[in-house]
């Protein structure tokens, strides 16, 4: 068997082919986010959004549960009673008169008293006197009969122990001095303020998503000016290096370069970590590994093209959630004050049921179950609470006032935010200005120090001093731009703009 031998070059391209392969495809698989894909990110999966949306949901349905105050109430409700004795309803013998039948209404079957009129049936049935004719009558003034018949005591005894009772009842209120009607105004306004709350509470998420995001990038940029920086060094210390072989610089000046050459390692180590530390804090908001995170700087060289409509507009402190939380909570205070006010007020109620006794009272009390049906109305009128309701009136009208105070302070702090705010976009922008113009010249200023030097119109110190200003400038540049873009998310928190990016 013949073994095939690859050509030389064709085995060194598929080896870097292969290298290719398994580096470079890794890496290009760790996509770059933008700051729209932290912000949806962020927004999908944070916790407080989700606490937020379920409060709203909470007061959805004690909006509905107020509802049902309208509604009539059915309920059921039933008892047991047993009794130790038996019940004896007379506490003496009862003695009851004997009335002939001609005194029976027969229509009625009860007891006419005009019959007595007749002399013949008075005579047999009432007590006369013989001196006067009339009928007698006892010390209560009721006339005195000539027969009676007794019912003992002892005998009409209910020896019913075991009791049981139950009913149906419908409660449907007719007026309650418009209590009902405002406790579903204050359940309508509470799912207002939680839906603002909702909103609010995205808004602060996007705000921590771009603050993140920019610190981040702030940081990727130092990194990457702390590693040109360390490169200018470690090049500069090779030059002297040579140049110290030649004999055209002193050891001295070689010494003074590594000494710079190991505080920009330690600033490079230290513009790693705290580029780690704020990819972990934006992990965190946006729920990825921090490995996982390169962040896209998002043209941050580039200012905007114009000033944002915000800027020049008047806007109104009335489009930030917190106004319409404000008035919303002033609309529940006014509700309250006419609860409290309805406490003068009368309750009426229509109430209707059906029951079940057991001794069976509409039936001899005998030991079955008697049923009857009811209606009424219930009214409740108050009369006199030692002041309580006044004085209830009186603090929900201070809390109601309070609450207008608020709304007009927010207002106002709200419009100087705005206009603070703008200012100081405005300074960003300018500084982001000056900064980008100061780096130009520190690095022109750089490069004519190092052509000096080499030439040997100027001393190491000079370029030394150079490079540090070219890193100081780069760096407070990319202060300045990240302000620009924090001061304006700053502005579009103030004027209400953010609410445009939470969906």
Same mark, same amino acid.
């Given at each position: =068997?013949?073994?095939?031998?690859? #050509? %030389?070059?064709k085995?060194q391209f +598929?080896? $870097?082919?292969?290298?290719?392969?398994? *580096?470079?495809?890794?890496?290009?698989?760790?996509?770059k986010?933008?700051?729209?894909?932290?912000r949806?990110?962020?927004?999908?999966?944070?916790?407080?959004?989700?606490?937020?949306q379920?409060?709203m949901q909470?007061?959805?349905?004690?909006?509905?549960?107020?509802?049902?105050?309208?509604?009539p109430?059915?309920?059921?409700?039933?008892a047991?009673?047993?009794t130790?004795?038996?019940?004896?309803?007379?506490?003496?013998?009862?003695?009851?008169?004997?009335?002939?039948?001609?005194?029976?209404?027969?229509a009625?079957?009860?007891?006419?008293?005009?019959?007595?009129r007749?002399?013949e049936?008075?005579?047999?049935?009432?007590?006369?006197n013989?001196?006067?004719?009339?009928? =007698?009558?006892?010390?209560?003034? #009721? %006339?005195?009969?000539?027969n009676y +018949?007794? $019912?003992?005591?002892?005998?009409?005894? *209910?020896?019913h122990?075991?009791?049981?009772?139950?009913?149906f009842?419908?409660?449907?209120?007719?007026?309650?001095g418009?209590?009902i009607?405002e406790?579903?105004?204050?359940?309508?306004?509470a799912?207002?303020?939680?839906?603002?709350?909702?909103?609010l509470?995205?808004?602060?998420?996007?705000?921590?998503?771009?603050?993140?995001?920019?610190?981040?990038?702030?940081?990727?940029?130092?990194?990457k000016?702390?590693n040109?920086?360390?490169?200018?060094?470690?090049?500069?210390?090779?030059d002297?290096?040579?140049?110290?072989?030649?004999?055209?610089?002193?050891?001295?000046?070689?010494?003074?370069?590594?000494?710079k050459?190991?505080?920009?390692?330690?600033?490079?180590?230290?513009?790693?970590?705290?580029?780690?530390?704020?990819?972990?804090?934006?992990?965190?908001?946006?729920?990825?590994?921090?490995?996982?995170?390169?962040?896209?700087?998002?043209?941050?060289?580039?200012?905007?093209?114009?000033m944002?409509?915000s800027?020049?507009?008047?806007?109104?402190p009335?489009?930030?959630?917190?106004?319409?939380?404000?008035?919303?909570?002033?609309?529940?205070?006014e509700?309250?004050?006419?609860?409290?006010?309805?406490?003068?007020?009368?309750d009426?109620?229509?109430?209707?049921?059906?029951?079940?006794?057991?001794p069976?009272?509409?039936n001899?009390?005998?030991?079955?179950?008697?049923?009857?049906?009811?209606?009424?109305?219930?009214?409740?009128?108050?009369?006199?609470?030692?002041?309580?309701?006044?004085?209830?009136?009186?603090?929900?009208?201070?809390?109601?006032?309070?609450?207008?105070?608020?709304?007009?302070?927010?207002?106002?702090?709200?419009?100087?935010?705005?206009?603070?705010?703008?200012?100081?976009?405005?300074?960003?922008?300018?500084?982001?200005?000056?900064?980008?113009?100061s780096?130009?010249q520190?690095?022109?200023?750089?490069?004519?120090?190092?052509?000096?030097?080499?030439?040997?119109?100027?001393r190491?110190?000079?370029?030394l001093?150079?490079?540090?200003?070219w890193?100081n400038?780069s760096?407070?540049?990319?202060?300045a731009?990240?302000?620009?873009?924090?001061?304006?998310?700053?502005?579009?928190?103030?004027?209400?703009?953010?609410?445009n990016h939470?969906?």
């Amino acid at each position: =068997m013949k073994m095939r031998i690859m #050509n %030389p070059d064709k085995q060194q391209f +598929t080896c $870097l082919l292969t290298l290719f392969t398994l *580096f470079v495809f890794p890496l290009s698989a760790q996509q770059k986010l933008s700051l729209d894909e932290c912000r949806m990110m962020a927004l999908k999966q944070n916790r407080e959004i989700r606490i937020a949306q379920n409060e709203m949901q909470t007061t959805t349905h004690a909006r509905k549960s107020v509802q049902t105050q309208y509604l009539p109430k059915v309920s059921f409700g039933g008892a047991w009673l047993r009794t130790g004795k038996a019940l004896q309803p007379l506490e003496n013998d009862l003695f009851l008169p004997v009335v002939p039948f001609n005194t029976i209404d027969p229509a009625t079957g009860r007891f006419n008293p005009e019959a007595l009129r007749d002399p013949e049936t008075a005579m047999n049935t009432l007590v006369i006197n013989p001196q006067t004719g009339a009928p =007698m009558v006892d010390q209560a003034g #009721n %006339p005195i009969f000539r027969n009676y +018949t007794m $019912l003992p005591a002892d005998k009409l005894v *209910f020896d019913h122990k075991n009791s049981y009772y139950a009913r149906f009842t419908v409660t449907q209120p007719i007026f309650t001095g418009f209590k009902i009607t405002e406790a579903n105004h204050i359940a309508r306004r509470a799912e207002n303020i939680a839906k603002e709350k909702e909103v609010l509470t995205r808004a602060e998420v996007v705000a921590k998503t771009d603050e993140a995001f920019w610190r981040v990038v702030s940081l990727q940029e130092k990194l990457k000016l702390a590693n040109a920086y360390e490169a200018l060094l470690d090049r500069l210390v090779t030059d002297l290096g040579n140049m110290y072989a030649e004999g055209i610089i002193t050891r001295n000046d070689v010494l003074k370069a590594q000494v710079k050459q190991n505080e920009a390692k330690l600033k490079t180590l230290q513009a790693e970590n705290g580029c780690a530390l704020s990819k972990m804090a934006l992990a965190q908001i946006i729920g990825m590994e921090e490995s996982e995170i390169e962040v896209d700087p998002d043209n941050m060289e580039k200012p905007p093209l114009s000033m944002p409509a915000s800027f020049y507009q008047e806007i109104s402190p009335d489009n930030r959630a917190e106004i319409t939380m404000l008035k919303e909570k002033a609309a529940i205070m006014e509700s309250k004050r006419n609860i409290e006010r309805s406490k003068f007020m009368p309750d009426v109620a229509l109430t209707g049921g059906y029951g079940w006794m057991n001794p069976n009272p509409y039936n001899g009390l005998r030991s079955e179950f008697g049923g009857n049906w009811s209606v009424g109305v219930m009214v409740s009128i108050p009369i006199f609470t030692w002041g309580e309701r006044r004085h209830d009136l009186h603090a929900a009208k201070l809390k109601m006032e309070n609450v207008q105070l608020e709304l007009n302070e927010a207002r106002e702090m709200i419009d100087l935010q705005i206009r603070q705010n703008r200012y100081r976009y405005s300074e960003a922008l300018k500084k982001a200005e000056m900064t980008g113009l100061s780096r130009k010249q520190a690095e022109e200023n750089m490069r004519m120090a190092k052509e000096n030097l080499m030439e040997g119109r100027s001393r190491l110190t000079e370029l030394l001093e150079a490079q540090l200003q070219w890193e100081n400038a780069s760096s407070e540049h990319i202060d300045a731009l990240v302000e620009m873009r924090t001061t304006l998310l700053e502005l579009d928190k103030s004027t209400g703009e953010i609410y445009n990016h939470l969906y």
